[in-house]
């Protein structure tokens, strides 16, 4: 029997997604921030895609949120109510959600493929550990500003593991 799984999974993720909605639809998103200026435009007047979002990039999509849903459960477990969870925030035309806040901290997670992963934790030979790109570390930043917090914490989970490298977590702290 012939069956086309990619086909009978990617209606599967067309019949389950949902447009994103953002808690203030007028505002550029802290996630954006550094992104082009006309993308950001085309968003806030409305402008509708000109290319469809693709089975890939929702698959991808879901596995990070699973990944999200793992280490902000973990950190439910370990300090339970002392943390709170995608806490949403605006500021003069900025907006934002925060995954993780406690008393006195941000954290913003990052669900990353293994390439990247090593990039910034490691580097290479010949290439110091380049950290995490600017756009997470702006976002925690802004959070941690904007919610009155004295630290920023950025975590990066790899989604790519195997057997000589286990899923691997890093974090980098901003005071």
Same mark, same amino acid.
């Given at each position: 029997m012939?069956?086309?799984l990619e086909g009978i999974v990617g209606r599967y993720y067309e019949s389950i997604t949902e447009p994103f909605e953002p808690t203030h639809p007028g505002a550029v998103w802290a996630s954006e921030v550094r992104n082009c200026?006309? =993308?950001?435009g085309f968003r806030l007047a409305d402008v509708p895609r000109t290319e469809p979002f693709q089975f890939h990039s929702t698959f991808t999509f879901? =596995?990070?949120n699973l990944i999200h849903l793992d280490v902000q459960k973990a950190l439910e477990l370990e300090y339970g109510d002392d943390v709170r969870f995608e806490v949403d925030w605006e500021t003069g035309g900025i907006s934002g959600r925060a995954d993780v806040v406690t008393a006195d901290e941000v954290m913003e997670i990052k669900s990353i493929n293994a390439f990247?992963?090593?990039a910034a934790v490691y580097g290479s030979k010949h290439v110091p550990p380049a950290g995490p790109k600017p756009e997470p570390k702006l976002q925690a930043l802004l959070s941690a500003f904007v919610l009155k917090?004295?630290?920023a914490r950025v975590i990066f989970v790899t989604k790519g593991a195997t057997l000589r490298e286990p899923i691997t977590i890093a974090d980098w702290t901003y005071d």
């Open positions: 012939n069956i086309d200026a006309r =993308m950001i879901r =596995m990070g990247s992963f090593k917090k004295h630290r």
